[in-house]
């Protein structure tokens, strides 16, 4: 394991958090949620373990942002159970949470008069005490933090003066200053251009295999859901319609089946994961 600011960190900070037999961190256990009396999800079951980064994949309207909101607290499932560390999510308190769990949401709405690095200095609110303020070490993880999502050269800008694609990455930026011990991303492409969302997949995935980083991602793209995953869920009308490897989720029957779309599935030339192609 690679040693710097975020595995020091997490030796220093999180030994409160440990894993239970089963070695995963975060867990799902038979989840149902409805709204308004329409279920949205029905027994979802998953897991998610340091050095792992899993994919949820589906239709719009399957169940994955919901599934987002469950698995860090915002919603409550009507059925089954969440727990992270072997702990029930209940159990833990806010700022406990948000040290262990951060959240990189879709369309995350900013103080458009708050700079760059101000927002990126609120990833570090869990560890302050009441009326306390940032120390040189927290100032020292929120810069680099930037520098790893490459920020750091807006750290003065406002948000109002920045792009979607900029302001994604500096809504990374915070979700990492928060040194998490799992990452919940939601569409964590959204409104960057194909360099960045390479750039941003490939630290996600560094922090993964280096720092065992417990990663859960919904992606709308196919193909980048199996270029960066360890394992992928599809989700169907709020079920679990497949699990596994990308190579065993992304067929030509699956996608038939869920999309209702026919594609040719080819394996990469550089590493064999499946590539997706319309016919």
Not at 19 to 34: I, K, N, Y
Not at 162 to 167: M, P
Not at 180 to 199: A, N
Not at 212 to 221: E, G, K, M, R
Request: glycine content about 8%.
């Amino acid at each position: 394991m690679k040693t710097n600011l975020w595995s020091l960190a997490r030796f220093l900070r999180h030994d409160d958090l440990s894993l239970p037999p089963h070695g995963c961190l975060l867990e799902a256990q038979r989840v149902s949620f409805a709204y308004n009396g329409r279920p949205v999800l029905r027994d979802v079951n998953l897991r998610v373990c340091p050095g792992q980064m899993v994919g949820v994949i589906g239709p719009n309207g399957a169940g994955k942002s919901t599934l987002i909101k469950i698995l860090s607290r915002l919603l409550h499932p009507d059925e089954g159970r969440v727990s992270l560390g072997g702990q029930d999510l209940s159990h833990w308190g806010h700022a406990q949470l948000a040290r262990h769990l951060a959240v990189v949401p879709q369309g995350a709405q900013l103080p458009e008069t708050f700079t760059a690095w101000e927002v990126v200095l609120m990833g570090r609110t869990p560890y302050l005490g009441l009326l306390g303020s940032e120390t040189p070490a927290d100032m020292a993880v929120a810069r680099r933090a930037m520098e790893e999502t490459n920020t750091w050269h807006l750290a003065s800008r406002f948000i109002g003066q920045l792009s979607g694609g900029e302001r994604q990455r500096v809504v990374m930026a915070r979700a990492l200053a928060q040194e998490p011990r799992v990452l919940l991303l939601d569409e964590p492409t959204l409104h960057l251009d194909i360099s960045h969302q390479l750039e941003i997949l490939s630290l996600v995935r560094r922090f993964v295999d280096e720092q065992d980083l417990a990663v859960l991602a919904i992606f709308h793209d196919l193909n980048l859901a199996a270029q960066f995953c360890h394992e992928l869920i599809l989700l169907s009308q709020g079920r679990v319609f497949a699990q596994g490897r990308p190579e065993e989720v992304i067929t030509a029957s699956n996608i038939a089946a869920v999309y209702e779309a026919k594609v040719t599935i080819l394996p990469h030339p550089r590493n064999g994961r499946p590539t997706v192609l319309p016919n």
